[in-house]
C-alpha cells in the first residue's frame, strides 16, 4: 500500500483545503494587502518546501521564515518570491542576505551597522517593542536607528513591524489595541514603505490592523490560535471557516493478544482488564508523537477510536483494537486527522498532551515525507 513512501509514517496534505484557507483571507484582507504567510518550523509541521511553493503558485505575496538556513532552502528549491527573515541572523552571515535577494527584521544596531560594511543594498524591516518585550526598539531608542538610517549608504529601510502580545488568547483586547496605538506612533517616525503587525488573530478580527501586510501564521493552515479568537470572530458576525489540511497517518506493524492481568508497555503502566488485542505502531516520540499521549490518546482504525495503552516509546505505540474486530496488519491508522465519520484535531492532542496545536504539528520529525493530495 505504501512501499513507494519507504516509510512507516507519512503526512498527507490537501492542496485544495490550503486554497481554501488561502482564498477566505485573501478576501478579509483584499488585493491592495500583501498577504503573507509564515513557513517557519517547516511550515508549522506541514513541510517547509512543499506548503512554500504551493502558496507562493496560489496567490501568496511573500513567505516568511524564522532562519537564515530556511530561506536558503527555499531559495534553493526555486521560490523567487519574497522571502522575510523573521528571527535572528548572525553577524557573519549577514552577508547571504544580499546575496540570497532576502529581507531581514532587525532591532539592533550591530545588525545595521554591519550591514552597512557589506556594502550591498539590502531592505531590512525594523522591529518596533510595543508591549511583548521580545525582539525589538524600544520608544526611547528609536532616534538612535533614526539617525542612522538617514545616513545610511546601502540600507533600505523598506518596513516597520511589531508584534502582539495579548491578542489571540483573551477576549479582552485593550492591550492589544494599546499596542496598536503605540505601533502607529513609532512607525509615523519613520515612514517605511510597509507597515505590518497582524498575526492570524488580528487578520480575522481587527481590519485596523492589516496596514500595507499581514502576517498569517497557524491559521493558513486551517487550526485556530485559539478558542478565544473563535469565539471573539463569532462576536463580530464575521465568518472565516477553517480546514485543517494535514494528515498524519501510519500502519499497524502487529497485531497480538494481551491476557487479562499482563501489563503493556514500559513501566507497567497500563494493566490488561480483559483479554486484549494490542495494535503495534511504528510511530513514537522521535517522530514528534509526543510522550505525554501514553495511556490519554486516541487514534482512528478502521473509522473508529482506538485507545492508546502504556507508554509512547521512542519509535512505537500500542493501541487496543479489542473493539475492532476487523483491524488486520498493516491497516491504515490516522494519528491526526479524519478517518470515516471520526476525527482527531492537533487541538485534541494538544489537550491529552498537557499542551497547544501549534506544538502538535511543529514536533513532528521533518524526515516524515509530506505529500500533497
Known amino acids: 500500500m505504501i512501499s513507494w513512501l519507504m516509510n512507516t509514517s507519512w503526512i498527507e496534505i490537501s492542496g485544495d483545503l490550503l486554497k481554501h484557507n488561502l482564498s477566505q483571507f485573501r478576501a478579509l ?18 513541510g517547509l518546501v512543499e506548503c512554500g511553493k504551493f502558496m507562493v503558485e496560489n496567490g501568496v505575496d511573500w513567505l516568511n521564515v524564522n532562519s537564515l538556513y530556511e530561506a536558503e532552502i527555499l531559495r534553493n528549491a526555486g521560490v523567487k518570491s519574497p522571502i522575510y527573515i ?50 525589538g526598539v524600544r520608544e526611547e531608542d528609536l532616534p538612535l536607528f533614526v539617525e542612522f538610517l538617514l545616513n545610511t549608504k546601502f540600507i533600505q529601510l523598506e518596513g516597520t513591524a511589531t508584534h502582539f502580545a495579548n491578542i489571540e488568547d483573551t477576549l479582552d483586547h485593550s492591550f492589544a489595541m494599546s499596542q496598536l496605538e503605540k505601533f502607529k506612533k513609532m512607525s509615523d517616525k519613520l515612514n517605511p514603505k510597509i507597515k505590518h503587525c497582524a498575526n492570524s488573530a488580528a487578520t480575522m478580527l481587527f481590519p485596523e490592523t492589516h496596514f500595507d501586510m499581514v502576517r498569517l501564521g497557524i491559521s493558513a493552515y486551517g487550526m485556530w490560535p485559539s478558542n478565544e479568537t473563535r469565539v471573539s470572530l463569532k462576536e463580530t458576525g464575521k465568518k472565516v471557516e477553517l480546514r485543517s489540511i494535514l494528515t498524519w497517518k501510519t500502519l499497524i506493524g502487529q497485531i497480538k493478544t494481551v491476557p487479562q492481568g499482563e501489563y503493556v508497555g514500559y513501566g507497567c503502566s497500563y494493566r490488561a482488564g480483559r483479554d486484549t488485542r494490542i495494535a503495534i505502531l ?68 494538544g489537550q491529552w498532551a498537557g499542551t497547544i496545536n501549534y506544538e502538535i504539528t511543529t514536533r513532528i520529525n521533518e524526515r516524515i515525507p509530506r505529500i500533497f493530495v
Open 29 to 46: 484582507v483584499g488585493q491592495k494587502v500583501l498577504l503573507s504567510v509564515c513557513v517557519k518550523a517547516n511550515a508549522y509541521g506541514h
Open 86 to 135: 523573521m528571527g535572528y541572523v548572525p553577524l557573519e552571515d549577514l552577508h547571504k542576505i544580499s546575496e540570497l535577494d532576502l529581507r531581514v527584521v532587525v532591532y539592533n544596531l550591530e545588525t545595521l551597522q554591519e550591514l552597512e560594511k557589506i556594502g550591498k543594498p539590502v531592505r531590512v524591516h525594523l522591529k518596533l517593542e510595543t508591549g511583548n518585550n521580545r525582539q
Open 282 to 349: 511504528p510511530i513514537g516520540y522521535y517522530d514528534g508523537y509526543d510522550r505525554g499521549l501514553s495511556n490519554q490518546a486516541f487514534v482512528l482504525i478502521n473509522g473508529k477510536r482506538a485507545p492508546l495503552r502504556g507508554r509512547v516509546c521512542m519509535n512505537m505505540i500500542m493501541a487496543d483494537v479489542t473493539d475492532i474486530p476487523e483491524a488486520r496488519i498493516e491497516d491504515e491508522v490516522v494519528l491526526l486527522g479524519s478517518q470515516g465519520d471520526e476525527v482527531i484535531t492537533a487541538e485534541q492532542i
